[in-house]
């Protein structure tokens, strides 16, 4: 999985409880996304980070939150667990180059919210 | 707003046949289109990538075709196996002259039997 490691790969929470998932890179690339992937919805982008300390929002990021403190590592925050964040989390990798992109995937994280 | 389609019904094919996906948008210009494979419970992994200038890509068994007038791409496996058996992905990227990201179809299941 090209360098790239997601923790944990299995989460069962509790609605309301804040929930961490952590992405971890040996890649050295600039650029780290987070997706969630849905039946029916497929890739959909919650947030993503162009270098440290600069990240922007996708297209689902109410209720997320993100960080990025250091070039290996990108978090994603659910800060008060809802059912609807019942998802599998897959974190991306990428290094554009000629203006264009191919991103690099991690294993992914299966996250149940009861 | 753009919109990006895959054939949510799987394909079943014969072992030895071309399968053939298709990826068809609307209201995009992308620059090009890139092709993943997901395999169950894993990260989408990258295949080809196509140009808005390129009519057709090959790479092994693997054929793409980018048809910016009809807004199509077709995906071949030609002598197809049962190893072929996935969920594959088509992607947009952005157009040359803005910063978007990629945006991802929900994908087709590919079935090969023996």
């Known amino acids: 999985d090209a360098g790239i490691t997601q923790s944990p790969r299995h989460k069962v929470t509790e609605t309301g409880t804040p929930v961490t998932l952590r992405c971890h890179q040996t890649?050295?690339?600039?650029?780290m996304y987070w997706y969630r992937q849905d039946p029916g919805h497929g890739l959909r982008l919650i947030h993503y980070?162009?270098?440290?300390?600069?990240?922007d929002k996708g297209e689902v990021s109410d209720g997320y939150s993100v960080s990025r403190s250091k070039t290996e590592d990108f978090l994603l925050t659910l800060e008060s667990a809802t059912s609807s964040q019942t998802s599998v989390y897959f974190c991306?990798?990428?290094?554009?180059?000629?203006?264009?992109?191919?991103?690099?995937f991690g294993p992914g994280t299966r996250l149940l919210v009861l | 707003s753009q919109k990006i389609e895959q054939n949510s019904e799987a394909l079943n094919i014969q072992e030895g046949k071309t399968a053939t996906l298709t990826c068809n948008y609307t209201?995009?210009?992308?620059?090009?289109l890139q092709w993943y494979r997901q395999d169950p419970g894993r990260g989408p992994v990258f295949l080809l990538l196509?140009?808005?200038?390129?009519k057709e890509k090959r790479k092994e068994r693997l054929k793409v075709t980018f048809d910016t007038t009809l807004k199509q791409s077709l995906f071949h496996i030609t002598a197809s196996q049962p190893a072929d058996s996935a969920t594959y992905l088509c992607?947009?990227?952005?157009?040359?002259?803005?910063?978007?990201?990629?945006?991802f179809g929900t994908g087709t299941r590919l079935q090969v039997f023996p």
């Open positions: 196509i140009r808005e200038n390129e």
């Open positions: 991306a990798i990428s290094h554009p180059a000629g203006g264009e992109e191919t991103q690099y």
């Open positions: 980070s162009y270098g440290v300390k600069d990240t």
């Open positions: 890649e050295n690339h600039r650029y």
């Open positions: 992607a947009l990227g952005p157009p040359s002259y803005n910063t978007d990201k990629l945006i």
């Open positions: 209201n995009y210009s992308p620059a090009y």
